[in-house]
């Protein structure tokens, strides 16, 4: 007798896919549970919900992107096919906006920027997260496969704008109140304002490659989707 063949919910391949479904699917109903939040605060309280925005879903989001840091090591381990760098330097981009930027600073979380970026960032992580959920399990669309590679185009240069506009308006507050700057030793120090600076130029170089690793993809994923021209 030949060997036994494994149940197929104990095969690698199944427990993978079962594992990136409910990943996606917890990212999904997160998000999906922000955008929803924030829609109906606005329609209740108008401009006046934008001001607490991130009192009232700040910690869900900050689950959300402390989340999506497996996702290197999805990458890296190879159950997701995609490409390490681009993934970690839009996941940068996103924590340090949050966590070091947001975060520390009460002054910033009451400006409108931050409600901006929440919107920018769920409307991409929704779609984008029911098109890989979808895909795991076999089940592609052809709209949301085109909407999943094209959202972002016009959405990405807006969010790293948005994420350049909450760094300018934290720069006074890092000034004044010093977070995050130290001094070394040897008369040496960290002024912290200064790496922000850097890192909003360095914020715009990584755009740029992001946006052409994302087109790239865009370009080889649609090419699987061609548009048949009818025959005179």
């Not at 381990?77 to 996103?94: A, W, Y």
């Not at 972002?152 to 948005?162: E, F, G, K, N």
């Not at 720069?171 to 008369?187: H, M, R, V």
């Not at 170089?205 to 690793?213: A, E």
């Amino acid at each position: 007798m030949g060997p036994l063949a494994l149940p197929a919910w104990l095969q690698p391949r199944y427990r993978k896919n079962a594992y990136l479904f409910i990943y996606y699917l917890i990212q999904f109903c997160g998000h999906s549970w922000i955008f929803t939040n924030m829609t109906v605060r606005f329609f209740s309280f108008g401009k006046d919900s934008m001001v607490d925005t991130f009192y009232a879903i700040g910690l869900v989001m900050r689950l959300c992107q402390s989340a999506s840091l497996l996702e290197l090591l999805h990458i890296y381990v190879g159950i997701e096919s995609n490409h390490l760098l681009p993934r970690f330097l839009q996941l940068t981009e996103r924590v340090i906006i949050l966590f070091v930027v947001i975060t520390s600073q009460e002054e910033v979380q009451e400006k409108y920027v931050v409600c901006v970026l929440f919107i920018f960032w769920n409307l991409l992580d929704m779609v984008r997260y029911t098109y890989s959920m979808l895909s795991v399990i076999g089940i592609s669309y052809a709209v949301l496969t085109w909407l999943s590679q094209t959202l972002w185009m016009p959405i990405y240069p807006l969010c790293v704008l948005a994420e350049a506009f909450a760094i300018y308006q934290s720069l006074p507050y890092f000034e004044s109140f010093g977070t995050y700057s130290t001094k070394l030793p040897f008369d040496l120090s960290i002024y912290f304002p200064y790496v922000l600076k850097i890192y909003l130029m360095m914020l715009f170089i990584g755009m740029y490659f992001t946006y052409s690793h994302l087109y790239s993809e865009r370009r080889d994923i649609l090419g699987i989707f061609p548009i048949k021209k009818k025959k005179m």
